[in-house]
């Protein structure tokens, strides 16, 4: 079944090297932090914005509708975190964005990194950039708690070691893609849930793209969205499950869903930036030979 969507058009400008800028909203009873995030967007660097609703019970909708966003999706069913960012990232290439930024709406996420992150990918530098709570120990003092920061350090280090990869943290919500990664990835193969965020990142390394990562901020209050311990812990097994999961399937010794129509790139492991357009041609004769 096809989402509701409401669309108040207008005509939207590229900004960065004629690049467009999308910024999606992947929202769930964010009505309290809504408007004070969108007021925080720079319109000068941002072209289009899409808010999509996982059926949520407050009135995060109706806030959408009176500040202005352009697209409004609502599921008419919960989907997950991981549904949602599929919908969102979807709509997204079908309005034609070149750069894709996924920023949460609850306000733990600065905004004011958004013209940072689309720079970093529209100039070419990596194709994907996240937004990192770690780097600078800006997660303790935002109020992560000391739990949450702990869990975060262990499953990263776990996680490098088995995908050979050198990421300050792979848990961030805050994220910018190229169009290309996001055409040449599977997404749609990954959970529906929050294990969503670590395997389109296994694919995104599989495939041979480099994320590249700027310090960011961050805010923990009673408004932001957060899992629980028992989510936290089965969050936790599924991100190791997926990590090993990359390990087998990159070795040769398993195949997994996530990684089917993918061919492993020669990139892959490599560090620093690869051009995405080259990456892009890879992926194109890749799939001519098969």
């Known amino acids: 079944m ?23 909203l992947p929202a769930y009873n964010a009505d309290k932090t809504l408007q004070i995030t969108y007021e925080e967007i720079d319109r000068k660097i941002v072209d289009d914005i899409i808010l999509v609703d996982d059926c949520s019970k407050d009135n995060t909708v109706a806030v ?9 999706i609502r599921h008419e069913n919960n989907k997950g975190y991981g549904g949602n960012q599929k919908s969102c990232y979807k709509k997204a290439l079908e309005l034609g964005a070149d750069i894709v ?6 306000y733990q996420y600065t905004p004011q990194l958004l013209g940072a992150m689309a720079s970093i990918i529209g100039n070419n530098v990596y194709p994907v950039v996240f937004g990192s709570r770690i780097l600078g120990m800006g997660a303790l003092k935002g109020g992560m708690p000391l739990y949450k920061y ?4 262990l499953l990263t280090v776990s996680q490098n070691i088995l995908m050979r990869q050198k990421l300050s943290e792979y848990h961030t919500g805050y994220r910018a893609f190229h169009r290309r990664v996001l055409e ?13 965020d670590n395997e389109i990142v296994a694919q995104i390394f599989y495939s041979g793209f480099e994320i590249g990562e700027v310090t960011c901020p961050t805010r923990y209050f009673k408004e932001a969205s957060s899992i629980n311990f028992r989510r936290s812990s089965i969050y936790g097994l599924g991100v190791l499950k997926v990590s090993f999961q990359y390990f087998l399937q990159r070795a040769g010794l398993g195949k997994y869903r996530i990684f ?3 061919n492993y790139n020669a990139f ?9 357009n080259t990456l892009h041609e890879e992926h194109m004769r890749q799939q001519e030979r098969v």
């Open 260 to 262: 089917k129509g993918i």
């Open 268 to 276: 892959a492991g490599r560090r620093g930036p690869v051009d995405v």
């Open 101 to 106: 930024i996924m920023l949460h709406p609850d």
């Open 150 to 153: 702990l869990f975060n350090r």
């Open 184 to 196: 040449n990835i599977p997404f749609e193969n990954c959970s529906d849930d929050f294990v969503f």
């Open 2 to 24: 096809q989402c509701p969507e409401l669309n108040l058009s207008y005509k939207p400008v590229t900004m960065i090297n004629g690049q467009k800028v999308v910024v999606v």
């Open 64 to 72: 959408a509708q009176h500040i202005g966003i352009h697209y409004i």
